[in-house]
């Protein structure tokens, strides 16, 4: 197999490029590690957080939904143990004035590595690591002085215990069962960087699955393979892809057990998604702080008990990144260097390319005729611009698994030509057929094009 071509330089510029991501505020010179997501990284994102939904929500039915406030009660904070104990070691470095995570130094510049040093100085100079907190603070009120303080989720999580009561009532769901929830969280991060990988301001799915605690641990461990199927099932490479288990020293202030989900990126092995075994400390210190009794009564079985808790944490960014890693690709066309991302057809931002040979002798309305019925289908696009060879290219670079094409022969027997992304064949087709066969195509099973031929 050809070695993997991609690199984060490589992906910053395609996604650039084409409208996928943009660094923001850039009129203004840019604002350090914040991203704005464009017309087609808007789509990949909603296909990203669509399939998560799916897995969750459609094909169980011991998940329900949840979408709460960014900004919670601050004593939210207090009883997660946020407020203490949310923090990273923060070292400076006094020769070569520049901030790092002292947990992270091996990974960053520094380091006492001089041959490393950003500014080939000899030796660098660290300061003692202080304890940094990183949830943002703001305040609710018109009066900075006068108003209360508050805070930016730094996870979505506490919203989904903040509800726990709600759910027992509403749903009537009895443990095992769980609530997943999508949507930003914030943290005033030390060491940004790595593109979307690491951000202020980004999106979680998170989901927390409450147990009997006599179940946790096999729980946990469905969790796991859940988890590592939902992105093997969309294709990413099952050799880009691992569990690793923290270690005491790693494991957060909630967690008696973690295994992070790690993709093979440009810059290495990290973590895509973290599950943890919360036991029943947030159910626990919610009930302390508020006086509320959070736990399940089983009435059948004359028991109560506080539920333990699985969570798979996944972030929405950095999983597009990793979709978009493992679809980046470069090879030879009719001698022309071609980019193309081989996505899973269901995570790609657009299904389907409409595209008339000619423009004239009334393809461009025959086509634009084929392109509204198959937009009703799917996400479908509309392009009569340039070459017919230049319009393969800028679809098979935006992931486009498919594309229609209208010709001289659609005109006298109404087929038209089907081109897929991945082998470049092109079947000819009745346009009648059209939305069926992209359908069926949608649901067959897809293998990443960059595994080669063997199974
Ligand atoms: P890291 O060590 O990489 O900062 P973490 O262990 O602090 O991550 P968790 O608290 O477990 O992360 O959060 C769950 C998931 O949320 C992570 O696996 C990641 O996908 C995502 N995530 C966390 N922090 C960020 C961030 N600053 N930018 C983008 N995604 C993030």
Known sequence: MPPDVVTMDKIVSLTKRRGFVFPSSEIYGGLGSSYDYGHYGVLLKNNVKDQWWRAMLQERDDIVALDSAIIQHPTTWKASGHLEGFTDPLVDC???????????????????????????????????????????????????????????????????????????????????????????????EITTGNFIFRTREFEQMELEYFVPPEEAEQWFQTWLSARMDWYTRLGIRADHLRLRAHDAEELSHYSSATSDVEYLFPIGWSELEGIAYRGDFDLTQHSRYSGQKLEYVDSVAGRRYVPHVIEPSAGVDRTML??????????????????????????????????????????????????????????????????????YRRQD????????????????????????????????????????????RLRAPWRSPKLGASP
């Open 94 to 188: 006094r020769t070569c004035k520049l901030r790092f995570r002292a947990d992270k130094l091996e990974d960053s510049q520094c380091g006492r590595k001089p041959s490393k040093h950003p500014g080939e100085t000899p030796e660098c100079d660290l300061t003692e690591a202080r304890e940094f907190n990183l949830m943002f603070e703001t305040t609710i009120g018109p009066v900075k002085e006068e108003g209360s303080t508050v805070y930016l989720r730094p996870e979505t999580a506490q919203g989904i215990f903040l509800n726990f009561r709600n759910y027992l009532q509403f749903s009537r769901k009895k443990p095992p069962f769980g609530i997943a929830q999508i949507g930003k969280s914030f943290r005033n």
């Open 322 to 391: 990793a979709f978009l890693v493992d679809a980046y690709d470069e090879d030879e066309l009719e001698d022309e260097k071609r980019t193309v991302l081989r996505l899973h057809p269901s995570i790609a931002p657009i299904k389907v390319a409409v595209l008339p040979l000619v423009r004239k002798d009334g393809q461009p309305e025959l086509a634009s005729g084929v392109y509204r019925e198959l937009r009703e289908l799917v996400q479908a696009e509309y392009d009569e611009g340039g070459t017919i060879g230049r319009r």
């Open 397 to 440: 670079e935006i992931g486009t698994p498919w594309a229609v094409t209208i010709d001289h022969q659609t005109l006298e027997d109404r087929t038209v030509t089907l081109r897929d992304r991945d082998s470049i064949a092109q079947d000819r087709i009745a346009i009648d057929a059209l939305g069926e066969e992209i359908e069926r």
